[in-house]
C-alpha cells in the first residue's frame, strides 16, 4: 500500500512543503491539494506519523519511479552483502578434488564473494582434526599467494563441523606522496650546461686548482746568461804560439 495522495488524505490539518524543499506552513488537507492542483502537481502524505503529518507537492509518478529506485538499491545491497559461497569437504578429501575446490575458492573471491569452508566429520574422524586443520591451512595459503583473499574468521569446531570464513581482498588505496603530481621537479645541475672556460686562468679555476706560475704573464724579460758562464774551447798548442807571434 502506498502513501495517500491528495483527497485520500483526511486529517484534520498538514505540514506542507513545496516542490522546491520550501515551507509553506500548516493548513488544511484541502487548501494543500488546491495549491498542488494549480501548479499541475499532487499532493503527497510522506510523513503520516508526523504531528502534523507531512505532506509534499510534487508529481505523484515521479515520486514513485524514486521511491521504486531506492528499494531497489536497498535490495541489492543487502543482497550482495548477505552473499556467501558455500564449500563442503572431508577430513580425507585427496590432494586433486582438494585443488579443484580451492580453484572455485578462488574463483568465488575473486568475484567479490565470501566463502565459508565447511569440514564435515564423521564416527571416528572426530579424533583427528589435525587433517581438517592441514586442508584448511592449504586452502588459505592459495588464497593468499593468488592475492584475492584473507581469512575473515578462523578456523573453530562446532559440533561436527569445522568452519572457516573467507572473505575477498579490497584493493589497496595508493600511496600518498609528499610531492604532488603536478610539482615540477627541481632542476638538477649539470656540468655540461656550464660554459666552457675562454682562458686558461678559468680553466683552472673552474675546475678547482691553482694555475701555474709559468702560465702567468711576467713583466719583467728574462735576464741574458754572462759570458763568463758559457763554457769557452780550450785553445790548442800551435794555436797559442801563431797568437804570440801576432802579438810581437
Do not use: W
Not at 502506498?2 to 488537507?29: F, H, K, S, T
Not at 587433517?131 to 593468488?146: G, H, P, R, V
Not at 702560465?215 to 735576464?223: G, L
Amino acid at each position: 500500500m502506498g502513501p495517500r495522495v491528495n483527497d485520500r488524505i483526511r486529517v484534520r490539518e498538514v505540514r506542507v512543503v513545496d516542490e522546491v524543499g520550501g515551507q509553506l506552513g500548516v493548513m488544511a488537507p484541502r487548501d494543500a491539494v488546491e495549491i498542488a492542483r494549480s501548479r499541475g502537481l499532487d499532493l503527497i502524505e510522506v510523513a503520516p506519523n508526523a504531528n502534523p503529518p507531512v505532506c509534499r507537492i510534487m508529481d505523484y509518478g515521479k515520486f514513485k519511479y524514486e521511491q521504486g529506485k531506492r528499494e531497489r538499491e536497498a535490495a541489492k545491497k543487502q543482497r550482495q552483502a548477505a552473499e556467501i559461497k558455500g564449500m563442503t569437504l572431508r577430513p580425507g578429501t585427496d590432494d586433486h578434488d582438494l585443488d579443484f575446490k580451492i580453484k572455485n575458492i578462488i574463483k568465488f573471491l575473486g568475484e567479490g564473494d565470501k566463502v565459508k569452508v565447511t569440514v564435515r566429520f564423521k564416527s571416528r574422524e572426530m579424533s583427528h582434526p589435525e587433517f581438517a586443520y592441514a586442508a584448511l591451512n592449504k586452502i588459505t595459503e592459495a588464497t593468499n599467494a593468488s592475492g584475492v583473499g584473507t581469512v575473515e574468521r578462523h578456523p573453530i569446531m562446532e559440533g561436527r563441523q569445522m568452519i572457516m570464513v573467507l572473505a575477498p581482498v579490497r584493493e589497496a588505496a595508493p600511496k600518498k606522496t609528499d610531492k604532488p603530481a603536478g610539482a615540477p621537479a627541481a632542476p638538477k645541475a649539470d656540468k655540461a650546461d656550464k660554459p666552457a672556460p675562454t682562458t686558461p686562468t678559468e680553466a683552472g679555476s673552474s675546475n678547482g686548482e691553482t694555475p701555474a706560475a709559468s702560465e702567468a704573464p711576467s713583466p719583467v724579460a728574462e735576464a741574458p746568461v754572462p759570458a763568463t758562464a758559457a763554457a769557452e774551447p780550450v785553445a790548442e798548442p800551435q794555436q797559442v804560439a801563431e797568437a804570440s807571434a801576432a802579438a810581437a
